[in-house]
């Protein structure tokens, strides 16, 4: 799960605006492909996030994951769907440290109208494969999620910790959604659409990074330059014996061919922890945004509390990475707040359109922000409008009229969504404070109006909410919708 990597990476361890606004003007490119989440095809946007960490049927750490269905009225706990490795239907079984959840991914996999929900278990033994690792299909319906179907693995004896990581897209533009997925080292794959429910797919192909890497950190997919075929895009952490901390972070796009992502031509992008894709400018061509939360001593392209670098789109793809759009820091004009070491600004990202003008927002997750001295780690979050990423709000626990109290360690912002979920065309913002209540974790759920976020009605809930008990569980990881 990428909270707790990110975690633990910086307890181990702690720019300026140049985007311009151009002229509203209509996109002469292609419009980019987009999964959102309808899994009961009521036309309402749903969300999907896990407790990967949950103890379920007495195992500790075996997780499980909730799907909360849109209404005109938003996000309802009442309709609701959660489920497990001990959920009828759904292959395997709960078992101590399988991470059901650690990983999410949302398509049409089969085409039958509803929207799918894959899930990875990276920690799941298989068989005499310790820590192999299992991805598994939760199939969409008009009653919601409901069954699943395994996802066979292409190289069990190459790696452990198969579905760390999971995206997907229309990389070879055939019009059915393909399944990337990470492992616990450098091998990713890419297994094309269609998906059965018996478990068939098509053919797999490998994606591999420079030798000198040694772990990836975020993967996503979008479209770069508006060909109708999806850009895969890679974070990874690589050897550097001329940095103190003898690592790097670097990112690279793969631009979507008939063959799938093609790596014969990489495209060098910075590094990051997280990765969002979205048309912030309005000429419909995808902008990457990459979160990093390491600091300068942890990483040659961090800084010291965490930054956002935003990287261009165009008809050739991803502008190169040593030219961005934007670097973001809390001391960047337009960002609330004031950069501190270790505030992990950049953590999470999510690009939506809240305010319905036309142009992609950046909502960012600051999960290690502190309150005061005595309350550290509470966290917070920022949104930002766009095309200008200026202007923006910061939300947290300590907002008025945002249920809770800041604690030490609740990590507010572990995880950020921007997705319309009351259907009324404007994205919606999701939070999640991943270790909240002392790890149980809890989510929020914010409404998206024409004058931005808005915290009129919040709603905060936690695993109580879904009848699910209370405990450590990091729930509302993975947000997707």
Do not use: C
């Not at 959102?36 to 095809?41: E, H, L, M």
């Not at 420079?210 to 479209?223: E, F, H, R």
């Not at 550097?240 to 793969?254: C, E, K």
């Amino acid at each position: 799960m990428r909270l707790l990597r990110i975690a633990t990476a910086v307890a181990l361890t702690g720019g300026l605006l140049t985007l311009a606004a151009p002229a509203a003007t209509s996109a002469t490119a292609a419009s980019p492909k987009r999964y959102t989440a309808d899994f009961n095809g009521d036309g309402y946007g749903d969300v999907a996030f896990a407790a990967p960490y949950a103890k379920v049927g007495g195992k500790g750490m075996a997780g499980y994951v909730a799907v909360l269905y849109g209404t005109k009225n938003g996000l309802d706990p009442a309709k609701r769907t959660v489920l497990s490795q001990n959920t009828t239907g759904v292959p395997g079984t709960a078992e101590a440290e399988d991470g059901f959840g650690e990983a999410l991914a949302i398509a049409d996999l089969d085409k039958d109208g509803y929207t799918d929900l894959a899930v990875g278990a990276p920690g799941e033994d298989v068989g005499t494969d310790v820590d192999g690792g299992s991805v598994t299909v939760l199939w969409g319906s008009a009653s919601g999620v409901k069954g699943g179907t395994a996802v066979k693995d292409p190289a069990v004896s190459s790696h452990d910790g198969w579905g760390r990581l999971l995206t997907t897209g229309d990389f070879d533009g055939d019009a059915r959604a393909d399944l990337a997925v990470g492992t616990g080292g450098t091998r990713s794959y890419v297994i094309r659409g269609g998906f059965t429910r018996s478990g068939t797919t098509g053919t797999v192909k490998k994606i591999g990074l420079p030798q000198t890497a040694y772990s990836v950190d975020a993967m996503k997919a979008g479209d770069t330059n508006g060909d109708k075929k999806s850009d895969l895009v890679l974070t990874y952490r690589t050897h550097d014996t001329s940095h103190a901390s003898g690592s790097w972070s670097r990112g690279v796009a793969y631009l979507g061919a008939a063959a799938g992502p093609d790596t014969t031509s990489p495209r060098p992008l910075n590094g990051g922890t997280s990765i969002a894709l979205g048309d912030i400018d309005g000429d419909g061509y995808d902008e990457i945004a990459l979160g990093n939360v390491f600091t300068e001593e942890d990483d040659q392209s961090g800084s010291r509390g965490g930054k956002v670098v935003v990287i261009g789109g165009s008809a050739g793809g991803p502008v190169n990475g040593d030219a961005p759009l934007a670097e973001l820091t809390q001391d960047t004009e337009g960002v609330p707040g004031t950069e501190k070491a270790g505030d992990g600004f950049g953590a999470a990202v999510s690009l939506g359109d809240f305010n319905a003008d036309g142009y992609d927002d950046l909502a960012i997750g600051v999960p290690f922000k502190d309150t005061s001295s005595e309350i550290q780690d509470s966290g917070s979050s920022v949104v930002l409008p766009g095309p200008l990423l200026s202007g923006g709000r910061e939300l947290s626990q300590g907002t008025y009229a945002v249920p809770g109290v800041p604690e030490s360690t609740d990590y507010f912002g572990s995880d950020v969504l921007l997705s319309d979920v009351d259907g009324d065309g404007r994205a919606d913002y999701t939070v999640a404070a991943g270790f909240e209540n002392e790890g149980t974790g809890a989510v929020w759920s914010f409404r998206g109006t024409t004058s931005g976020i808005t915290t009129a009605g919040v709603r905060s809930l936690g695993p109580g909410s879904l009848g699910m008990s209370s405990g450590y569980g990091a729930f509302g990881a993975g947000l997707i919708g």
